[in-house]
């Protein structure tokens, strides 16, 4: 089955750099589209950044644009979050996500079907 196990949270200082991994396993990896959501305390999943099932194509949630960028490595079935200048609204814990279908564009969040167990992410200030 398909399994997302994100890595590389923790705790940040305001102004700081954290780098999240998601690794993929269980599907043809290069084939799909993945993405990055994150949920902070009392709020729904929001989305933070997609990437295109090709690389070829990224987008970003207001917020975070910028700041954060989405990479993925096809050869180990890894996609990364670079998140630079942390804000303390950043503090979330963050989520993996991959479409549900092949070569997809990462356009709309009801189109992300597995998920990851999620990482925390916390920014002091």
């Known amino acids: 089955q398909v399994q997302l196990v994100e890595s590389g949270g923790g705790l940040a200082q305001a102004g700081e750099s954290v780098r999240l991994s998601c690794a993929v396993s269980?599907?043809?990896?290069?084939?799909?589209?993945m993405g990055w959501f994150r949920q902070a305390p009392g709020k729904e999943r929001a989305f933070v950044a997609s990437i295109a099932w090709n690389g070829r194509r990224t987008q970003y949630a207001d917020s975070v644009r910028g700041r954060f960028a989405i990479s993925r490595d096809n050869t180990n079935n890894t996609v990364f979050l670079q998140m630079n200048n942390l804000k303390h609204e950043d503090t979330a814990v963050y989520y993996c996500?991959?479409?549900?279908?092949?070569?997809?564009?990462?356009?709309?969040?009801?189109?992300?079907?597995?998920w990851g167990q999620g990482t925390q992410v916390t920014v002091s200030s």
């Open positions: 269980g599907r043809t990896f290069s084939r799909f589209a």
């Open positions: 996500a991959t479409e549900i279908h092949a070569y997809g564009l990462g356009l709309r969040a009801a189109d992300f079907g597995f």
